[in-house]
């Protein structure tokens, strides 16, 4: 009876492990159906696979890349400035007594008006010199004229002749530098009558923005600049362009310029001019802008800010949830066929409104994952 009980016990046990081993067993391999049904993507060599019933499938989402044009945007401060051709500072050329005044503030010259008029012993001493070497001038021609005349006819010798002819050459020249003296300051030696005073004129076209001059003023030959002139229907805008963006400058490219004094109002130019040498303290270039300014509304000394725009180009352009990084590398995930994708290495651009351009590693229309591409890192 006692054996009976022993044999019983030792039955039970072993069909309790036999249904625990069953049951072991039965769980593996549902656990092993349910892993291979979750398997979210497979590998055939660089070819990542993504099955339909994957639960990251429905997470990712494609995107057909194209060509979108794109113009280069750069940003810099820039000071506005009168074109040289067209701005004159108007100082006096001897020292002498201002006596009559004609000039005013906001007043339209042209080339040759008459700004003011001056007495001055230096002007007196060159109105002299030219008077005197015009003299000379004349009687040394008169001179000459006479012994190529004897020489012709025969009583005249070829000594005298040579001698004429060399006073005339010393002659002329003096004159000729007496004149051009007096030419510089805008005088008439046609009309110069010995002891007039000196009239000072504008030497080009615009409007008088400054006059510092007074009747009866005292000037003296090293004052500074007592007037001003400039044409301000144009003007130049001179911004400053780092060394390393040099290459996104060119000149008839355009520039949009705001002043701060009126925040609501663009103006456009055109780039006139890149300096051929870098600042060596600032690492930077000189542009400078051509702007319209019929209004005035740029002064000259104003601080504006310039916003360059190159000429738009296409450009390729994905989702910036598209690219991804492995270590200083970025990449995309390339579809290849239907839940087929590969990784493609790229080289990045300009970002812009969630996006960043691509400047090599695709082509257009191929479509790429645009956003979940995260899900598949893990691939290698």
């Known amino acids: 009876m006692k054996l009976k009980t022993k044999n019983s016990k030792q039955f039970a046990c072993n069909n309790l492990l036999v249904t625990l081993i069953a049951a072991a067993a039965l769980t593996a391999c549902h656990n092993k ?3 291979k049904e979750n398997e979210s993507f497979s590998l055939q060599g660089d070819t990542i696979i993504v099955p339909a019933q994957s639960m990251i499938a429905s997470k990712l989402k494609l995107e057909t890349v194209k ?8 940003q810099t401060a820039g000071i506005v400035k009168a074109i040289p051709n067209s701005y004159a500072e108007i100082a006096p050329p001897f020292s002498g007594r201002v006596t009559k005044v004609y000039i005013k503030l906001g007043m339209k010259t042209q080339a040759g008006t008459p700004l003011f008029e001056m007495v001055s012993p230096d002007f007196t ?3 002299k010199n030219f008077f005197q070497a015009k003299s000379g001038y004349q ?3 008169l001179s000459l004229k006479r012994q190529q005349d004897l020489k012709t006819h025969g009583v005249g010798s070829q000594k005298d002749l040579e001698e004429a002819e060399t ?4 002659s002329e020249k003096e004159y000729q530098n007496a004149a051009a003296s007096l030419k510089i300051f805008g005088v008439n030696i046609n009309k110069l009558v010995f002891g007039q005073p000196l009239a000072v004129t504008s030497p080009i076209a615009g409007e008088v923005i400054a006059n510092e001059l007074v009747m009866g003023q005292f000037l003296k030959e090293e004052d500074a600049p007592k007037a001003k002139i400039a044409d301000l229907k144009k003007v130049w805008v001179a911004g400053q362009i780092k060394e390393k963006d040099i290459r996104f400058i060119h000149e008839l490219d355009k ?6 004094a009126y925040p609501d109002k663009k103006i456009t130019g055109k780039i006139f001019h890149v300096d051929e040498i870098i600042d060596e303290t600032t690492r930077s270039v000189q542009v400078l802008i051509e702007c319209p300014n019929a209004d005035h509304l740029l002064k000259p000394g104003m601080y504006v800010s310039v916003n360059f725009t190159d000429t738009p180009v296409n450009t390729l352009f994905v989702p910036a949830k598209a690219v991804l990084q492995f270590n200083d590398k970025s990449f995309v995930f390339v579809q290849l066929a239907d839940r087929k994708y590969a990784r493609r290495y790229v080289e990045t651009g300009v970002s812009q409104n969630g996006k960043i351009a691509i400047q090599s590693g695709l082509q257009p229309n191929e479509t790429i994952i ?3 591409a995260f899900y598949l890192l893990e691939a290698k």
Do not use: M
Not at 67 to 74: A, C, Q, S, V
Not at 255 to 260: F, K, L, M, R, T
């Open 125 to 127: 001493d060159a109105q």
């Open 370 to 372: 645009s956003e979940g």
């Open 255 to 260: 520039a949009e310029i705001q002043a701060g």
């Open 139 to 141: 009687t040394a021609k």
């Open 167 to 170: 006073s005339f050459e010393v």
């Open 33 to 35: 159906t349910e892993t």
């Open 67 to 74: 060509n979108e044009p794109y113009e280069f945007e750069l």
